[in-house]
């Protein structure tokens, strides 16, 4: 379950209703979906392309309502590990605040990931620390960056309206 940081502030959340009231309250959307539904064995570095496509198939009905409710056309897997060439250099992309002007869709598998959240019209910049069954949704055009904890691994589930248009603008 997440862990939420404001770093102006200073408050940390954890307990899951006020994660859930906190991540409403700044306009983004958080949603346990939990883990039980995964293939057991995940535990391969890097995922194959069976394993990817198996993950995306345990979500499907999920995957469907929203492609049905947002629009969202395709989902894919994305893994990175310390051994992922060129990690650094992918995740510089998206280290420095940007925004999209897609949603930012993700569900995640294995590994942790931290979206650091900058809500529209307030001081506040929270640090959203997300785990294996946590799924998010920063809206398009939200200030936001991402990074990876110091383990530098995470498996995730990505949606996309349009893939081709996924890119980081720099705020
Ligand atoms: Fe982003």
Known sequence: MAVLRNRTTGEVISELTA???AMKRVGVIYEVWGTDLLPADLSSRNLSDAEKQAVLAAFEPRLAKLKQERGYKTADVVTLYP????LDVMLAKFDKKHLHTDDEV???VQGRGVFTLYPAGSKDV???ELCPGD???VPANYHHLFTLTGERRITA?????DPAGWVANYV
């Not at 589930?157 to 309206?161: E, Q, S, V």
């Open 83 to 86: 051994d992922t060439p060129n």
């Open 126 to 128: 929270i640090d959203a």
């Open 19 to 21: 994660v859930e009231s």
């Open 135 to 137: 799924f998010i949704t």
């Open 106 to 108: 993700r569900f995640i």
């Open 157 to 161: 589930i990505r949606l996309f309206t």
